[in-house]
């Protein structure tokens, strides 16, 4: 009896740890140095993490990104709060491609992904993305708006000067350029979005579906200081 016993812890010992094992190599691999208690999950499931450059800073991250994807803690908001984070791009893309922060995250590690996307681009335009499983469409599309701080071309004319981006500093502390602070504004009924303090869209909560995990969502080939997001419900 007791060799039947022993035989059996031992079965069950043996299927323990092999299920740990396979647990932990179903987990994805994440680029290297990103802090810990940061995630992230490609659009691309392929995407190899060594596509991305990654830093912790004091205040947030420096992101280096080849992929596009979503980096996140394990925060979640849920009704009214308000979500913030500021986003320093030090330089020019090569085209204009979205970044700002997303909220309602929910199944992220898994095969049907949902979050809404409150994004902006170097151009000065603006987008409010929902994204549930493989279906993404506009909440609000791609707009111009006076808000956003952006790229100012070689032959705009001075009277442009004070909308051009006002300097800032870098998670790490250093000097960088093009500074845009997103805000996300949730009540029972509405969601606002605001730029650099100016609500640009407001929203039917129930569209938005606002509750659950927040983080930041960075779109392919930028070069991004983030500092936050912070949340106050």
Do not use: C
Not at 31 to 55: I, K, M, N, T, Y
Not at 117 to 141: P, Y
């Amino acid at each position: 009896m007791a060799r039947v016993l022993r035989l059996s812890l031992v079965v069950l010992f043996t299927a323990v740890v092999a299920a740990a094992l396979a647990a932990r190599e179903a987990q994805p691999r994440q680029p290297a140095g990103l802090p810990a208690g940061w995630h992230v999950r490609f659009d691309d499931p392929s995407a190899s993490p060594d596509a991305v450059r990654v830093e912790g800073g004091r205040n947030g991250l420096h992101i280096v990104s080849g992929p596009a994807g979503l980096y996140y803690r394990n925060d979640k908001v849920r009704d009214s709060f308000v979500a913030a984070a500021r986003f320093t791009q030090p330089k020019p893309a090569a085209h204009a491609s979205g970044y700002g922060l997303f909220i309602g995250g929910t199944d992220l590690e898994g095969a049907a992904p949902s979050y809404t996307a409150f994004l902006i681009r170097q151009d000065g335009r603006f987008a409010v993305l929902r994204r549930d499983g493989a279906q993404t469409r506009a909440l609000v599309d791609w707009t111009e708006h006076a808000a956003i701080f952006k790229e100012r071309k070689p032959d705009e004319k001075d009277e442009a000067r004070d909308r051009r981006a006002p300097r800032g500093r870098r998670p790490d502390g250093g000097m960088a350029g093009l500074v845009n602070v997103l805000e996300i504004d949730a009540e029972k009924d509405t969601v606002r979005f605001l730029v650099n303090g100016a609500e640009v869209a407001s929203l039917d909560a129930a569209d938005v579906a606002a509750s659950g995990l927040i983080g930041v969502r960075v779109e392919t080939d930028l070069d991004l200081m983030v500092e936050g997001p912070e949340v106050r419900q």
